[in-house]
């Protein structure tokens, strides 16, 4: 990083015998920094939660990673790249688009107006499965031994929930 100072002339265009300028030059201080570029992987996050007896199952962003340029003191602060998706109320797979979010070891959202982005907003595919409580019935196989009679037959779970897609359970 590298600071200068940059002298500016102040002067009248117009009417500049009737104008007096106390101090024709003055000093900015300008702030140079390099620029670089970082690939930054790309995670997706589901936010809310399904419609009752569905749950996400699968999500993936069209793309792995997005390549940010910038200056160096903002692009060596990011963390990652979040793609959040809401998921309420879904009850069947779905694609949307929803932006980026650059965010800091801290959880901190990044201010991306000086950075540039070769992907500022991702598609998501988002896949849904349904959840189904159903009674485990307990079957036998074989007879018992000549002598013994098989009287019952119990066991401590009388139910489990399956999950896949709708179609399949």
Known sequence: ENNSQVPITISAKRYGNQISITKRVQYVEVFVENIVTEKISVEV???????EGFQVSDLQANIKAVTVT???SVVKTIDRAVARVEVGSMQADSVTRTD?????A???????????????TVSVSIGILEQKVV????????????????VSVTGDVETVMIVGKSQDI
Not at 106 to 120: G, Q
Request: no cysteine; hydrophobic share 30%; aromatic share 6%.
């Open 106 to 120: 801290e959880d901190n959202i990044i201010n991306t107006s000086r950075l540039t982005m070769d992907h500022k």
């Open 45 to 51: 996050e589901s936010v809310g939660d399904t419609a």
């Open 135 to 150: 009674p485990v019935e307990y079957e036998v196989n074989g007879t018992p031994a000549t002598g013994y009679q098989l």
């Open 100 to 104: 980026l979010i650059l965010y800091d």
């Open 70 to 72: 910038g200056p160096e």
